[in-house]
């Protein structure tokens, strides 16, 4: 019973689980089969634990049959182009190359419209702020301006109304003066 198990072991190290089953139920082993292909024969190998192996066999073009074309053989030759069809392919060929040379030119073009307008408006820009930045800077020259008058007349006032005051007093002292000398 022992070796019947130590056998079976053995067999699962060597076989898949399908050939496993297999085993157990045909003991006798199933001969190798060849696979044909075309011209080439497929024969399975010893099974390994890493998977199923094969040999392929290629057969040499002279064991091909007389009957089968070569696969070497050349391609099929083109037909004869006439030589209207030549010049109507070449007419197409030259339309084709003026229509992508139009649109390189047109697309070209309408970079160049762009560049423009990018341009015109960075300068427009340019220019709306420099009126805008001298517009303010007369704006706070005015201010500074109105403000410096509105100074210079308040000091003009207080020095008017010091030298009243003054002249006041001078002719109050005079008349102390006169009075008590």
Do not use: W
């Amino acid at each position: 019973m022992t070796s019947t198990i130590s056998a079976y072991t053995e067999k699962i190290k060597e076989m898949s689980m399908m050939s496993l089953i297999c085993s157990c139920l045909y003991p006798q082993p199933i001969p190798t089969a060849k696979y044909q292909f075309g011209d080439m024969e497929v024969k399975p190998i010893n099974k390994r634990l890493s998977g199923q192996s094969f040999e392929v066999i290629l057969k040499s073009p002279t064991d091909l049959s007389p009957d089968k074309p070569s696969p070497l053989a050349s391609p099929p030759r083109k037909k004869d182009i006439s030589l209207d069809e030549l010049q109507r392919r070449l007419e197409a060929a030259e339309e084709r190359r003026k229509s992508q040379e139009a649109q390189v030119l047109r697309q070209l073009a309408e970079r160049r419209e762009h560049e423009r307008e990018v341009l015109h408006k960075a300068l427009e820009e340019n220019n709306n702020f420099s009126k805008m930045a001298e517009e303010k800077l007369n704006h706070k020259m005015e201010v500074i301006t109105q403000n410096r008058e509105a100074y210079l007349n308040s000091m003009k006032q207080r020095l008017r109304e010091k030298e009243r005051h003054a002249e006041e007093v001078r002719r109050n002292k005079e008349l102390q003066a006169d009075l008590s000398g």
